[in-house]
């Protein structure tokens, strides 16, 4: 079944403490996205990927870090979580760029940073 | 800047009564618009989108939407709710077939009654 998967789905933590979200699609994408969901503020892009060793920053990314060393993994780094980190947050893939192809969101990680 | 509104934080319908959930965008150059839904506990999935050609775009679940250029926005409808639409409903744009950057809109939550 083609999907994206995040992990964990659920993680509470605390301030300083570092984490990692791990991203994995078994599509073949070239582009991967990290998406933090807020009420009222919809989905906020925090980095990209066009390809393996290729990313870039999105519109809030504040306090994360990303690598693209396989094209099916993007793993989310927190380094040094806070509490404005606690959010929901999306991966997402898509196919080959040069098309406006729609985004595979995976189910989601809450994140609570205590 | 590139931008997604949804005026509507929530929409109620009956069952069996047409649904619209609005959409308006401002961007640069040509529009490539999306609808996303989100069910509890889910990621978000794609509903439809409108690149080029008719302006009235069908999609997933006998949902439609109408793309409206001197408008600028790009409603979703539906003729008949079902109980089972009742969900998280997210516009969003891309700009360039290259799609490096998704902007979101904040989400409209709509509610069908029975």
């Known amino acids: 079944e083609a999907q994206v998967t995040q992990n964990p789905r659920y993680l509470i933590t605390v301030t300083g403490k570092k984490l990692t979200v791990t991203c994995s699609q078994n599509?073949?994408?070239?582009?991967m996205s990290w998406y933090r969901q807020d009420p009222g503020l919809g989905l906020r892009q925090i980095y990209y990927s066009m390809n393996v060793e290729v990313t870039d920053k999105g519109d809030v990314p504040e306090g994360y870090k990303v690598s693209r060393k396989e094209k099916r993994n993007f793993p989310l780094i927190l380094e040094s979580p806070s509490p404005n980190q606690t959010s929901l947050y999306f991966c997402?893939?898509?196919?080959?760029?040069?098309?406006?192809?729609?985004?595979?969101f995976g189910p989601g990680t809450r994140l609570t940073v205590t | 800047a590139q931008s997604v509104a949804q005026p509507e934080d929530q929409v109620n319908v009956a069952e069996g009564n047409p649904l619209t959930v609005k959409c308006t965008y401002s961007v640069s150059g040509n529009p490539y618009l999306f609808w996303y839904v989100q069910y509890p506990n889910r990621g978000l999935q794609f509903l439809l989108k409108y690149i080029t050609g008719d302006n009235l775009v069908k999609g997933s679940y006998g949902f439609e939407a109408e793309f409206n250029k001197s408008q600028t926005s790009f409603h979703l409808k539906k003729p008949s709710a079902l109980v089972s639409d009742s969900a998280l409903y997210f516009c969003a744009v891309i700009k360039g077939t290259g799609g490096f950057k998704t902007i979101f809109g904040a989400g409209t939550r709509l509610f069908v009654k029975a």
């Open positions: 997402a893939s898509k196919p080959p760029l040069g098309q406006p192809y729609e985004q595979y």
């Open positions: 599509m073949n994408h070239e582009y």
